[in-house]
């Protein structure tokens, strides 16, 4: 296994997740090396226990660790001296779909507050809502989905460099904070069409 600070956040990121009883869309899962430009990406997808595939709700999480990161982390292991911390971009978008009416999205913002917890001493921002239209063979059957972004950074310290413990902390917070979310999401009064798979 890497033993690298960015495969330590997704492993911190997983017990987090794990540890709220979320339930990871294996298939969805992914990560990438852009042999261009360097920036490695992971991400992922979780859903409540039992919601079937796909899930009424789900949050999807992208982290990236861009090249000038890696340029810093490596400066920081090899001289011990950090002079430009690093950052891992974090975001998360909250999913609703498998509706069977377009979705009201005053509706889903009011139970999705501006900002997260924080992470690391920042807060991830909300964006504005994404309202999907899905048809199949039939274009008078639509399927309907709303999508809410949260962006933002995690700026890695030299405590959290040197000891992964740091980012358990940190990332802890955000389990808990996407599971309470997504239960109020599938809350809201939405009719929703059956899972394609149970």
């Known amino acids: 296994m890497l033993d690298h600070v960015f495969t330590d956040a997704i492993g911190a990121l997983r017990d987090a997740f794990e540890f709220s009883r979320l339930e990871r869309q294996a298939f969805e899962e992914r990560f990438q090396v852009d042999v261009l430009l360097g920036d490695v990406s992971w991400a992922t997808s979780y859903g409540l226990p039992g919601e079937g595939l796909p899930p009424r ?85 639509a399927e309907y989905a709303i999508e809410v972004s949260y962006e933002g950074v995690y700026e890695l310290d ?9 980012l358990d902390e940190d990332f802890n917070a955000l389990g808990g904070w996407i599971a309470s979310t997504l239960v109020k999401l599938g809350d809201l009064d939405l009719t929703f069409g059956p899972p394609l798979e149970d």
């Open 158 to 166: 030299e405590s959290g460099l040197a000891d992964g413990s740091a």
């Open 57 to 141: 709700v789900q949050a999807d999480v992208g982290c990236s660790w861009p090249t000038w990161s890696q340029t810093a982390y490596r400066s920081w292991y090899v001289d011990e001296e950090l002079t430009e911390p690093p950052r891992i971009d974090i975001e998360i978008t909250y999913r609703v779909q498998r509706l069977l009416a377009s979705p009201e999205p005053r509706a889903v913002l009011a139970v999705l507050p501006v900002t997260s917890p924080d992470v690391g001493g920042e807060k991830l921002t909300r964006s504005g809502p994404t309202v999907e239209s899905i048809y199949g063979g039939d274009p008078d059957e």
